[in-house]
């Protein structure tokens, strides 16, 4: 099964991530390195933010982009939302695709997809992007662990 975020609202998070990290007016070159995200694709997305009000740019030499309030003040699923157009974690409870599954009302699956739906945004609203900020001096608590132990990997 495809994952529920396309890479437009993976990136997005990285990219807001990466600003208020860097904090200032920081170059889309940079995130692009750092990131190991195509520019061209980094462009696409910071657009997304841009229209939405999330990040603003500025032109020559010390532009670039920076975030237009505190990391504290961004939740994951604004920003989310911001580049994906929904969190609706299947396309039939889309309502920003402007159509109506015609089997809404008899689907016997739509209340489930319904409340992962509430679950997923009541999750994403309550976390900001200060929370996936490092800690400083943090130290990877990882490397310390076994393997499955905390190593990333939620597949099972």
Partial sequence: MAGMFSTKGRYALRIMGDL?????????GDVAKRQGISRKYLEQVVSLLHHAGYVESMRGKGGGYRLTRKPEEYTLGSILRAAEGSLAPVSCLDCTSGEI????????????????????????????????????????????????????????
């Fill in 101 to 156: 599954c015609p089997q809404i009302d008899s689907c016997p699956t739509v209340s489930i997809w319904r409340d992962l739906g509430k679950v997923t945004s009541s999750y994403l609203d309550s976390k900001t992007l200060a929370d996936i900020l490092p800690t400083p001096g943090a130290i990877n608590a990882e490397a310390d662990e076994g393997p499955g132990e905390g190593s990333g990997n939620t597949c099972t």
């Fill in 20 to 28: 208020a990290e860097h904090g200032g007016w920081v170059s889309l």
